[in-house]
Structure formats: C-alpha cells, structure tokens
C-alpha cells in the first residue's frame, strides 16, 4: 500500500476512535513510524487529510446510492429476495460504508462549518439518502399505485427514515458504546425499517415479524449483504 493510502486509512482510523479534534498530524505519523516531514509531504496537515477523505467517501456513498434510485433502481426486474430482504441488505451496505467514516456523521456540523466543500457535499448526501428510503418506503408500504394521500404519507416517512439512518451512527454510540460493529448496523436497519410498519395496515404483523426474522438471520451469520 502506498504511503498516502495508508496515511489516509491510518487517520481516519484515529478519527474514528479517538473523535477528529483529539488528533493531531503529528499523531498520525506517530502512529504510522513516519516522520512528520513524510506526512506533509502528502497533506499539508488534518484539512487536507480530511477533505482527501470526505472525497472518497462520497464517491463511495454516490456508488451504493445512485444506482438504488435510478432506473431500474432497487426494486427492479430480476432482483433476489423479498423487498423487504433487498430493503434490509441495501440498508446495511449504506451503514456499513457510514460506519467506515465514523467520525464525519458524528459531528458533522463542525466540519461543515470549517470546510465549504464538506458541507456541500454532505448536503448532497443528504438528499441522496432522502432519495433512497423514499424508495424503500414506497414499495414497502404501498407497491406500485399509491394515492395521494400515501405520497403525503411518504414524505413524511422517507424523512423520518431518513434522520434515522444519518443520526444512527452517534446516538447507538452513547447508548451503546462498545457495541459489536454488526450489531451496530443490523439494529440501525430495524430502527429504520420498523418506521414503515405503522403505514402498513393488514400487512403490518407479517412485516414486522419478517424483519424481526432478518435481524437474527443477519446477526447468526455475521453478514452483511450486498446489492
């Protein structure tokens, strides 16, 4: 691995476990047995460490999100599995990606305020995600024809959804501080999915029952899914 790949996975290791404003580029090389010259000579300090990172996450992020909410999108023909079981498996793949940039959904408000480029993009983000669970909740809830009034259902919905899964990464943190990282996400994706049973009428006890059947299948084998 090239050195400013590994600066890049070192830091954002630290970030993550020791929060962004404990560490310092000096720490890093520390870290990494480099001297602080070796590092600068890469990034010239933790702003450019940091903008280097947001940059591959949302790269990361726009790949998992983008195809889930175009044409065919996540739902499409010739899909595996129930919507639920595809629902929950896309669900997880976003978490865990979040969870590999820790430390930017747990406090991104100072970070958008430092760097203009981090908080446009994580607007961008922002809607992405709304984008998706507005996906997930219409074909959970209401399949391919919903009325009018389940669109304003949907609003809603997707956007509790929504703060759930982008406020889900600090919040089991303080509940759950020394959580297992499946555990972590496979809850997240309960918690997510479990908003969408109130809308769901007759078909609620089944789906609830379904999920509930997901999360223990997904935690005795440790898996995560892919789309």
């Not at 890049?8 to 929060?19: H, I, K, R, S, V």
């Not at 962004?20 to 933790?46: C, Q, R, T, W």
């Not at 010739?78 to 978490?95: M, N």
Request: charged letters at 20%; hydrophobic letters at 40%.
């Amino acid at each position: 691995m090239k050195t400013r790949d590994r600066i890049l996975l070192t830091a954002c290791d630290l970030f993550n476990t020791l929060g962004e404003h404990n560490v310092a580029a000096s720490d890093i090389a520390a870290e990494m047995d480099i001297s602080p010259g070796n590092l600068y000579y890469h990034f010239k300090g933790k702003d450019s460490i940091h903008l280097s990172l947001f940059a591959t996450l949302q790269r990361e992020m726009i790949a998992v999100l983008g195809p889930a909410i175009q044409t065919p999108g996540l739902f499409g023909e010739q899909k595996e599995g129930s919507a639920v079981e595809r629902s929950w498996l896309f669900l997880s793949v976003v978490l865990e990606l979040m969870l590999g940039y820790r430390y930017f959904y747990e406090n991104p408000g100072s970070l958008m305020l430092r760097f203009p480029e981090i908080d446009r993009g994580f607007r961008r983000l922002v809607h992405l995600k709304l984008s998706a669970c507005e996906v997930v909740a219409a074909e959970l809830v209401a399949g391919e024809a919903p009325t009018d009034r389940q669109e304003a259902d949907f609003n809603s919905l997707a956007n509790t959804m929504s703060l759930t899964l982008s406020y889900w990464l600090p919040y089991s943190r303080i509940l759950y501080p020394r959580e297992d990282r499946t555990l972590t996400i496979h809850r997240g994706v309960l918690q997510i999915l479990s908003t969408c049973a109130p809308y769901m009428e007759a078909e609620q006890h089944g789906f609830i029952e379904e999920c509930r059947q997901l999360y223990s299948a997904m935690l005795a084998s440790g898996e995560y899914g892919g789309v």
